[in-house]
């Protein structure tokens, strides 16, 4: 280990020593960092029959810094166990951070695909787009998990096409027929957002094969692609920066959501139109990997970037931002739905059920399932603070008050048309909310902070159930404790 390593080593897990005390916002179920920051979810994958999920961490910094790779494995993808960074920046090609990529296992080896951000020093004639920074496409290898071979620097932006920006990023690799593909974002110089795709026959050797892109411009950058097919349905993944004007001036900054493609991704491809994943105030940046059982299972991180409104109120201690729930991404009539690993239903314990009304306290963790919805009436108030309701063929999520000072931040409302609703399913953790409607055909996330765990659920006609979701001590708490939410 050089010594650069060893010191960042070391000054992370003196950062980790000393989390806030008496952090009341701290998740229950959800991935969050053990101290600091996180964003992406990186390098997905079961290995030898364990989960592992790498996280975007920034640990000494909960506004976010420089990026590492923090890593957590699970046996059920719900409670997890923290193991440390195990990538930290700490090579020329990767100096200003490990930034997103994947996982791709075969013959009982790990191989870690990520990019190496460079920043070069502040320059006033530096853009940071064309110029000023670096993109290299890395390679780490486990035979274990836990322990990773020298990293290797596969490409560089001079291996990249001559008409893209410097950023390029977030590689994503399968294999194909014999062949090894990689997925990467690109930017292109006349700020074109879209996916490039390399080959390889052994992994290692790259280059550049062919795009994939809309037919008209669809944003500046394309971040985090992904492509995969469930039930034969082929999906193209990407977070979209750069969509502006009509409905997109109602939704976040940015987008993540995917296409459906039709034909060959490697030859004649048609896009459909785009649909995002998740209607919420925060999702980003999602990764899906398939399990040793076949299902496809995807992750958010719930947190939006470059949002200027929007502060959490985690930050007063020391850290910001969590995944989503790992979801299943399957299909029901010819739709691309989600719902929470099954895993999930082993933990819950009814508390109680109705019919058409249901009020309870005290229980932060909790799933809400709420079925046989009849002509539309549909409404819940989640501790107090946020509402869920269809109306006027809407679904919406917002906040009681946008002025307080809680994760609505001014960010006022997100909705969806849906002709008919018919069932919702609210999974709330202490600080976070996902509600997936029909069956998760259409998915709302968002983080809140509410003053008392309550919920209040109205829905005339309807059923209403009730479980909360027992846990082993959160994520990445030091404090072991079994609750109930
Ligand atoms: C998406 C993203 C990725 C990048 C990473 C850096 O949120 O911007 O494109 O690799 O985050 O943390």
């Given at each position: 280990?050089s010594?650069?390593?060893?010191d960042l080593k070391?000054m992370?897990?003196l950062a980790e020593?000393?989390?806030?005390?008496?952090?009341?916002?701290?998740?229950?179920?959800?991935?969050m960092?053990p101290?600091g920051?996180?964003?992406?979810?990186?390098?997905?994958c079961?290995?030898?029959g364990?989960y592992?999920a790498f996280?975007q961490y920034s640990p000494f910094?909960a506004?976010g810094g420089?990026?590492m790779?923090?890593h957590?494995t699970s046996?059920?993808?719900?409670?997890w166990?923290?193991?440390g960074?195990m990538?930290y920046?700490?090579?020329p090609?990767?100096?200003s951070g490990?930034?997103?990529?994947?996982?791709?296992i075969?013959?009982g080896?790990?191989h870690?695909?990520?990019?190496?951000n460079v920043k070069?020093?502040?320059?006033?004639?530096?853009?940071?787009?064309?110029?000023g920074?670096?993109?290299?496409?890395v390679l780490?290898?486990?035979?274990?998990?836990?322990?990773f071979?020298r990293k290797r620097e596969?490409?560089r932006?001079?291996?990249?096409?001559d008409?893209?920006?410097?950023?390029?990023?977030?590689?994503?690799v399968?294999?194909q027929d014999g062949m090894?593909?990689m997925i990467?974002g690109?930017?292109?110089?006349?700020d074109?957002?879209q996916a490039?795709?390399f080959?390889?026959?052994?992994?290692?050797?790259w280059?550049?094969r062919?795009r994939?892109?809309?037919?008209?411009?669809?944003?500046y950058?394309w971040e985090?692609?992904?492509?995969?097919?469930?039930?034969?349905?082929?999906i193209?993944?990407a977070?979209?920066?750069?969509l502006?004007?009509?409905e997109?001036d109602?939704r976040?900054?940015?987008q993540s959501?995917?296409f459906?493609l039709?034909?060959?991704?490697?030859?004649?491809?048609?896009?459909?139109?785009?649909?995002?994943?998740?209607y919420g105030?925060d999702y980003y940046?999602?990764?899906?990997?398939?399990?040793k059982?076949?299902?496809?299972i995807?992750?958010?991180?719930?947190?939006?970037?470059?949002?200027?409104?929007y502060?959490?109120?985690t930050?007063?201690e020391?850290?910001?931002h969590?995944?989503?729930i790992?979801?299943?991404v399957?299909?029901?009539d010819?739709?691309?739905?989600q719902?929470p690993v099954?895993?999930?239903d082993?933990?819950?314990?009814?508390?109680?059920?109705?019919s058409?009304h249901?009020?309870?306290?005290?229980?932060?963790v909790y799933?809400?399932?709420v079925s046989?919805i009849?002509?539309?009436k549909f409404?819940?108030?989640l501790?107090?603070?946020?509402?869920l309701e269809y109306r006027d063929?809407?679904?919406e999520?917002?906040?009681t008050?946008?002025?307080m000072h809680?994760?609505s931040a001014?960010?006022?409302?997100?909705y969806?048309?849906?002709?008919?609703?018919?069932n919702?399913r609210?999974?709330?953790?202490?600080?976070?909310?996902?509600?997936?409607v029909n069956?998760g055909?259409y998915?709302?996330?968002?983080?809140y902070?509410?003053?008392?765990?309550?919920v209040?659920?109205?829905a005339?006609?309807?059923?209403?159930?009730?479980s909360?979701?027992?846990?082993?001590s959160?994520?990445?708490?030091?404090?072991?404790?079994i609750g109930i939410?």
């Open positions: 280990m010594a650069l390593t060893n070391k992370t897990e020593s000393s989390p806030a005390q008496n952090a009341v916002f701290r998740e229950k179920l959800h991935l960092p101290v920051w996180l964003n992406d979810p990186n390098g997905l079961q290995f030898h364990v592992h996280f910094n506004e420089v990026k790779w923090g957590y046996e059920n993808m719900i409670d166990e923290y193991q960074v990538l920046p700490d090579q090609f990767d100096c490990v930034y997103s990529g994947c996982a791709f075969e013959d080896e790990m870690l695909y990520y990019t190496g070069l020093e502040d320059r006033d004639d530096y853009d940071y787009i064309n110029t920074r670096e993109a290299n496409t780490v290898t486990s035979r274990d998990g836990m322990h071979s596969l490409m932006n001079t291996d990249y096409p008409d893209l920006t410097l950023h390029v990023r977030d590689p994503k399968w294999k090894y593909y990467q690109a930017r292109t110089k006349e074109v957002g490039l795709i080959q390889s026959e052994d992994k290692v050797n280059s550049f062919s994939v892109e809309t037919a008209e411009p669809f944003g950058m985090c692609p992904d492509y995969f097919e469930v039930n034969g349905m082929q193209l993944s977070s979209v920066q750069g502006t004007g009509g997109w109602d976040n900054v940015y959501g995917y459906r039709e034909g060959d991704i490697l030859g004649e491809y048609m896009l459909s139109d785009y649909c995002l994943w998740d105030f940046a999602p990764q899906s990997f398939e399990t059982d076949g299902r496809r995807q992750i958010g991180w719930m947190g939006m970037p470059d949002c200027e409104e502060t959490n109120r930050l007063e020391g850290w910001q969590c995944f989503t790992p979801r299943e399957y299909i029901k010819g739709r691309i739905c719902r099954r895993e999930m082993e933990k819950k314990r009814r508390i109680s059920a109705a058409g249901l009020e309870d306290e005290g229980h932060p799933e809400a399932y046989g009849t002509d539309g409404r819940a108030v501790g107090g603070e946020l509402i063929g809407r679904f999520m917002r906040f008050d946008q002025d809680s994760a001014g960010r006022g409302v997100r969806v048309h849906i002709q008919q609703i018919e919702v609210i999974l709330t953790d202490v600080s976070s909310v996902e509600v997936f069956d055909e998915v709302f996330t968002t983080r902070y509410p003053e008392k765990a309550s209040c659920v109205e005339e006609g309807a059923d209403i159930e009730l909360a979701i027992l846990f082993t959160g994520p990445a708490e030091s404090v072991s404790e939410g």
